[in-house]
């Protein structure tokens, strides 16, 4: 898994209220950890005024160009014209090494040099507008981005996921009319009483003309939302949409203040979180992803989510998810607000769910424990939380036991089937697995009687001979992942028979997405 890390040491110019620190003490973190030298580091260049003016209009490009000339009070009163943003003689080149930087790494991932990457720039710029900064934001660095990737690598559709807990409005004003881009956002709202305080971050702004639909909104209306409901969006909201929309190359909006801790979002997910976030979105895309930070104001939650993203863009398993308790009620009716809305697969009409093998009213009962709330609601107040655990990838990530004369993946190691394996490399295997006395398994698979009655197996059915395996894709999302996730597993086993039915392109996703489950403890049986 390459992976590439854009960090200019130029971006660090004094903004006390937007915490300089944030960013040394996310690299600090990369390097304490051996995360940095895994890397690789692409250099960084300064975004061009052509690359500018993908997003941003010549005056208000022209306008901040004249800022390093300015002096302290005409910064002061040029600042006033915009909301919630400092500018100071260097915030120009800053500002350009920032979108240089994402830039770089959009090259790198869509010409194949790296599979992945994230980019540590600041200032941000999700908040920033056609013709106006704001937010603490110069320069749209995400939007130039993408327009970027459309433009120089001929990259059909774009996701964006801000998962930041602010709304980006400038990143959604960019494309609310261009069907090209789809654009995630969840977001601290309350009704509006939250910056930047705009009705069009409701959940009903979903695009405009044949834009309509490609825009999602999920407002949160109350702090301390969970590991939980972070997982929860994903499944029912963001992914069956993205898989839809089939995305050439997916870019985060990664903002950190999202995190426990934060003082800006007072919410209660642990960053180990993003590093299952990160991996649901790798499934996309063939893995092209492009992470670019933006907010994130704690300086100890911070890294450790820049970390748990890294790592995860690295290739390592997954974290055990700790603190699943069920998503709360605000959670589940800003999910469901958003599903009455039109959007871009329109799956709530259109997709015929995998009916489970009892009566319909038993997937609304599955639903109801998967989605509801379980229990009362922290307090947002609580801002303790332990440090994630160290988290060791096996010496051997894959092994394949193959018939002879069957070529071996690349990648993985080669087992005969007649003879036994070395015992140095079975206890390598065995490093880190844990046995389980039972364990909850979905059979998806082709069947005439749906009488099978068993308290730890859910039964998912394709009809024979059927082609279309997009609600298989939207139930695996909807369901098998949440129960996944709640039941916790310490193993995967997937059995794959000659009768499946499921295309290579299909099983494979689904073995990717259950490979954030038992810390990508995984065995799959392929019956020939």
Same mark, same amino acid.
């Given at each position: 898994?390459?992976?590439?890390?854009?960090?200019?040491?130029?971006?660090?110019?004094?903004?006390?209220?937007?915490?300089?620190?944030?960013?040394?003490?996310?690299?600090?973190?990369?390097?304490?950890?051996?995360?940095?030298?895994?890397?690789?580091?692409?250099?960084?260049?300064?975004?061009?005024?052509?690359?500018?003016?993908?997003?941003?209009?010549?005056?208000?490009?022209?306008?901040?160009?004249?800022?390093?000339?300015?002096?302290?009070?005409?910064?002061?009163?040029?600042?006033?014209?915009?909301?919630?943003?400092?500018?100071?003689?260097?915030?120009?080149?800053?500002?350009?090494?920032?979108?240089?930087?994402?830039?770089?790494?959009?090259?790198?991932?869509?010409?194949?040099?790296?599979?992945?990457?994230?980019?540590?720039?600041?200032?941000?710029?999700?908040?920033?507008?056609?013709?106006?900064?704001?937010?603490?934001?110069?320069?749209?660095?995400?939007?130039?981005?993408?327009?970027?990737?459309?433009? @120089?690598? /001929?990259? +059909?559709?774009?996701?964006?996921?801000?998962?930041?807990? &602010?709304?980006?409005?400038? =990143?959604? #004003?960019? %494309?609310?009319?261009?069907?090209?881009?789809?654009?995630?956002?969840?977001?601290?709202?309350?009704?509006?009483?939250?910056?930047?305080?705009?009705?069009?971050?409701?959940?009903?702004?979903?695009?405009?003309?044949?834009?309509?639909?490609?825009?999602?909104?999920?407002?949160?209306? @109350?702090? /301390?939302? +969970?590991?939980?409901?972070?997982?929860?969006?994903?499944? &029912?909201?963001?992914?069956? =949409?993205? #898989?839809? %929309?089939?995305?050439?190359?997916?870019?985060?909006?990664?903002?950190?203040?999202?995190?426990?801790?934060?003082?800006?979002?007072?919410?209660?997910?642990?960053?180990?979180?993003?590093?299952?976030?990160?991996?649901?979105?790798?499934?996309?895309?063939?893995?092209?992803?492009?992470?670019?930070?933006?907010?994130?104001?704690?300086?100890?939650?911070?890294?450790?989510?820049?970390?748990?993203?890294?790592?995860?863009?690295?290739?390592?398993?997954?974290?055990?998810?700790?603190?699943?308790?069920?998503?709360?009620?605000?959670?589940?009716?800003?999910?469901?607000?958003?599903?009455?809305?039109?959007?871009?697969?329109?799956?709530?009409?259109?997709?015929?769910?995998?009916?489970?093998?009892?009566?319909?009213?038993?997937?609304?009962?599955?639903?109801?424990?998967?989605?509801?709330?379980?229990?009362?609601?922290?307090?947002?107040?609580?801002?303790?939380?332990?440090?994630?655990?160290?988290?060791?990838?096996?010496?051997?990530?894959?092994?394949?036991?193959?018939?002879?004369?069957?070529?071996?993946?690349?990648?993985?190691?080669?087992?005969?089937?007649?003879?036994?394996?070395?015992?140095?490399?079975?206890?390598?295997?065995?490093?880190?697995?844990?046995?389980?006395?039972?364990?909850?398994?979905?059979?998806?698979?082709?069947?005439?009687?749906?009488?099978?009655?068993?308290?730890?197996?859910?039964?998912?059915?394709?009809?024979?001979?059927?082609?279309?395996?997009?609600?298989?894709?939207?139930?695996?999302?909807?369901?098998?992942?949440?129960?996944?996730?709640?039941?916790?597993?310490?193993?995967?086993?997937?059995?794959?028979?000659?009768?499946?039915?499921?295309?290579?392109?299909?099983?494979?996703?689904?073995?990717?997405?259950?490979?954030?489950?038992?810390?990508?403890?995984?065995?799959?049986?392929?019956?020939?």
């Amino acid at each position: 898994f390459n992976y590439s890390l854009g960090y200019p040491n130029d971006m660090l110019p004094a903004c006390k209220i937007e915490v300089p620190e944030r960013l040394t003490v996310s690299h600090e973190a990369l390097v304490k950890s051996g995360l940095a030298d895994r890397c690789v580091s692409i250099p960084v260049r300064e975004a061009t005024e052509a690359d500018i003016l993908l997003v941003h209009s010549e005056d208000y490009l022209e306008a901040v160009k004249k800022t390093p000339f300015m002096t302290l009070e005409d910064l002061k009163e040029f600042t006033l014209q915009y909301g919630d943003v400092y500018f100071h003689p260097n915030i120009y080149h800053c500002a350009k090494l920032a979108a240089g930087a994402a830039l770089q790494l959009v090259d790198s991932v869509m010409t194949g040099k790296v599979r992945n990457g994230m980019a540590l720039v600041r200032p941000p710029g999700h908040h920033s507008m056609r013709s106006a900064a704001n937010g603490f934001c110069v320069f749209n660095n995400v939007a130039i981005a993408a327009l970027y990737a459309k433009q @120089k690598h /001929g990259a +059909k559709r774009v996701l964006i996921v801000d998962w930041d807990v &602010h709304h980006g409005q400038g =990143v959604q #004003y960019s %494309f609310e009319d261009d069907p090209s881009v789809l654009y995630f956002s969840w977001h601290r709202y309350e009704h509006q009483k939250f910056w930047p305080n705009l009705k069009e971050s409701d959940y009903d702004s979903v695009g405009k003309g044949k834009g309509a639909g490609f825009n999602v909104n999920v407002p949160w209306n @109350k702090v /301390g939302m +969970k590991n939980s409901d972070y997982l929860s969006v994903f499944c &029912h909201v963001l992914l069956p =949409v993205a #898989y839809e %929309f089939c995305p050439d190359l997916v870019l985060v909006c990664a903002g950190f203040d999202s995190a426990i801790g934060d003082p800006e979002g007072e919410m209660c997910a642990s960053p180990d979180i993003f590093a299952h976030l990160t991996h649901l979105l790798m499934n996309l895309a063939g893995g092209k992803l492009c992470a670019v930070l933006e907010g994130g104001y704690n300086l100890t939650s911070l890294p450790q989510s820049v970390c748990q993203t890294v790592q995860t863009l690295l290739g390592d398993p997954a974290p055990l998810p700790v603190n699943l308790d069920g998503p709360c009620q605000r959670s589940v009716s800003s999910s469901v607000r958003f599903m009455s809305q039109m959007c871009v697969c329109d799956f709530v009409m259109k997709v015929n769910y995998i009916f489970l093998f009892s009566a319909h009213s038993s997937l609304f009962t599955v639903f109801d424990q998967l989605i509801g709330c379980t229990g009362p609601e922290k307090s947002v107040e609580e801002k303790v939380w332990p440090e994630p655990s160290k988290r060791v990838a096996p010496p051997v990530r894959t092994a394949a036991i193959l018939p002879n004369g069957v070529s071996c993946p690349d990648g993985c190691k080669r087992f005969s089937s007649s003879e036994d394996p070395d015992p140095v490399i079975v206890n390598k295997l065995r490093y880190g697995a844990v046995a389980v006395c039972f364990m909850c398994s979905a059979c998806v698979c082709l069947v005439k009687k749906t009488d099978v009655n068993t308290s730890h197996v859910r039964l998912f059915v394709l009809p024979q001979g059927c082609s279309d395996v997009s609600g298989f894709i939207q139930a695996v999302l909807g369901l098998l992942l949440p129960l996944g996730y709640e039941y916790d597993p310490s193993l995967v086993l997937l059995v794959r028979a000659p009768e499946s039915g499921l295309s290579d392109s299909v099983w494979q996703q689904l073995t990717g997405l259950l490979q954030g489950l038992a810390q990508g403890h995984t065995l799959v049986l392929m019956q020939v």
